[in-house]
């Protein structure tokens, strides 16, 4: 990649964010099963791949047209990992304590035969020989196609974003007019499949599609069963393109008691450590849902995930504004001219997690206007939600 091309793309996903820094590699490095803690003491658990950074839609929290328009310059093909590489690094996450990889993007059903890298990341086992937990967010509007080849293919289950069940709603908030009914018609094979449990999580924007909150409750109860969870994310202020307030924020507590009103609800317990939504489950026993306060709760306490964006940069935080760029440690030579082998990158990986100390959410809580928490972050659709 020229170094023209490299400054456009910082610029344009993060204007005053560094270039991503080389990893150091440590003298000695440790054994690749060793498993590894940061400096607040959390695993590394979770592993958050973004396979590409485009989309067909335009989620105006997320792509917003204005930004993403016919003039945003995308990733060249050859900045992006290939699934060798994807595999390659994998192969070292999951050594060191990652069992559970999410492919994301952009929207990751785009990206030319995924089937293919899910194949080979549903090979891999963690040290103790059990499978990984693998799983994909899509926003649907391809699942009714690949429903069957992502099964096929070794994909566990799936999570699906969908902002309301009224077409005219669901119709302005991806922008591009994609119709609600093709994103349940996704869901539906999806389920037939067999690849579940599944998630929807829907984003909830006060003044947007807050009338949405009650109909989406009604539909996921009323199908499936109780075999599709719903779950409600706060909006976030991730990025920098979005125009984020927090008074479109609606705080999950009372998404909570609206569902209540209508459909009572008990809560759960959480199902693993380091989960992001706080569960609860309909006291008529028609399934559960889920809320995800990432602003009014914050759960960096035990946030166990690692992100790598499409060109093999490793972000510590979804509000990092800085990255690690792993791909050069794949691409370009040791400084004695050969490859760097598996123990170096296993090692460097050791060294940015032991190093990594983020808790964003929580020091936005506690000290909203503090320096830790200013500054411009990278943008979702390249990180990866
Ligand atoms: N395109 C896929 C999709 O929409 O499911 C995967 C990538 S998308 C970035 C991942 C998740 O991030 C989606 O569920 C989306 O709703 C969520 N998301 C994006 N921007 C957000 C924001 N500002 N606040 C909260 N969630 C957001
Ligand atoms: Fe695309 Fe997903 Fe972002 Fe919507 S949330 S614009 S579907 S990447
Ligand atoms: Fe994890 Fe960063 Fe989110 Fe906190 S703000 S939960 S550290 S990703």
């Not at 989620?59 to 050859?78: A, G, I, R, T």
């Not at 709760?297 to 690690?324: I, K």
Request: charged share 25%.
């Amino acid at each position: 990649m020229s170094e023209r091309n490299t400054i456009a793309i910082v610029d344009q996903r993060s204007a005053s964010a560094p270039a991503a820094t080389r990893p150091r590699i440590p003298d000695t490095p440790a054994p690749r099963n060793s498993l590894l803690s940061d400096g607040l003491g959390r695993p590394l658990r979770d592993l958050r791949i973004s396979v590409t950074d485009r989309c067909n839609f335009r989620c105006s929290y997320c792509m917003p047209k204005e930004v993403f328009d016919k003039h945003h310059q995308f990733l060249p093909q050859s900045s992006l990992l290939s699934f060798e590489e994807i595999l390659r690094l994998a192969t070292l996450f999951v050594a060191q304590g990652v069992h559970k990889i999410r492919l994301t993007g952009g929207e990751p059903l785009l990206r030319k035969h995924l089937e293919r890298l899910i194949e080979m990341l549903a090979a891999l086992r963690t040290p103790d020989g059990t499978p990984l937990d693998l799983t994909l967010t899509t926003n649907g509007s391809l699942l009714t196609r690949k429903a069957a080849a992502l099964k096929a293919a070794g994909l566990q289950r799936v999570t699906v974003s969908l902002d309301g069940m009224d077409d005219a709603v669901f119709r302005r908030m991806n922008d591009v007019d994609f119709p609600v009914a093709d994103v349940l018609a996704g869901i539906e094979a999806a389920v037939a499949v067999g690849l579940g449990p599944i998630k929807v999580n829907m984003v909830v924007k006060r003044g947007t599609n807050a009338q949405e909150i009650v109909p989406m409750a009604r539909y996921f109860r009323d199908h499936y069963g109780g075999r599709v969870i719903l779950r409600f994310i706060e909006y976030m202020d991730v990025g920098a393109t979005n125009g984020w307030r927090m008074d479109e924020v609606m705080p999950s507590a009372e998404v909570q008691r609206l569902i209540d009103q209508h459909f009572p609800l008990d809560t759960l317990d959480p199902s693993q450590p380091g989960e992001t939504a706080e569960r609860w489950r309909y006291r008529d026993g028609r399934g559960e849902v889920g809320f995800i306060s990432s602003v009014t709760q914050a759960f960096c306490g035990d946030c166990n995930r690692a992100r790598l964006s499409t060109e093999g940069q490793l972000y510590l935080c979804l509000f990092a504004q800085q990255g690690h760029d792993l791909r050069s440690l794949l691409r370009q030579p040791h400084p004695a001219g050969r490859p760097y082998t598996d123990d170096e990158i296993a090692g460097a990986i050791g060294l940015i997690w032991q190093d990594r100390s983020d808790r964003y959410s929580q020091l936005r809580a506690s000290q909203p206007a503090s320096s830790a928490t200013a500054g411009r972050r990278i943008e979702m659709s390249y990180i990866g939600g």
